[in-house]
Nanobody, 126 residues
Framework: QVQLVEPGGGLVQAGGSLRLSCAAS????????MGWLRQAPGKERELVAA????????YYTDSAKGRFTISRDNAKNTVYLQMNSLKPEDTAVYLC???????????????????WGRGAQVTVPP
């Protein structure tokens, strides 16, 4: 069992930066691959980025490449999402999630994650 909490979020002007964090509790955090997903109003939940249990492998969707960086610190049971050059279309609730195994096709689908945080609202006004 893994519990996930995302205390961050906020309002950021276009072009600005924000770092989200997700703190995990429970056993074996370091054995889980982690993902950051987001859901905008009226849209389906989508993957933003994922990272393997060791941190040695990452995956980004096209919308995140070059702007966002996912990282993790297993000693602190925390995963991060550094977001730069934010755009209004990045406005969404951002959720961290955990799953066993870092398989590229599988990490893309929200249904393949076992544990979820409650989410953090990120708003980038036009």
């Amino acid at each position: 069992q893994v519990q996930l909490v995302e205390p961050g979020g906020g309002l950021v002007q276009a072009g600005g930066s924000l770092r989200l964090s997700c703190a995990a509790s429970g056993r074996s955090f370091s054995s889980y691959a982690m993902g950051w997903l987001r859901q905008a109003p009226g849209k389906e939940r989508e993957l933003v980025a994922a990272i393997s249990w060791s941190g040695s492998n990452t995956y980004y969707t096209d919308s995140a490449k070059g702007r966002f960086t996912i990282s993790r610190d297993n000693a602190k049971n925390t995963v991060y999402l550094q977001m730069n050059s934010l755009k209004p279309e990045d406005t969404a609730v951002y959720l961290c999630a955990a799953r066993r195994g870092f398989d590229i096709p599988a990490v893309k689908l929200s249904a393949n994650y076992d544990y979820w945080g409650r989410g953090a609202q990120v708003t980038v006004p036009p």
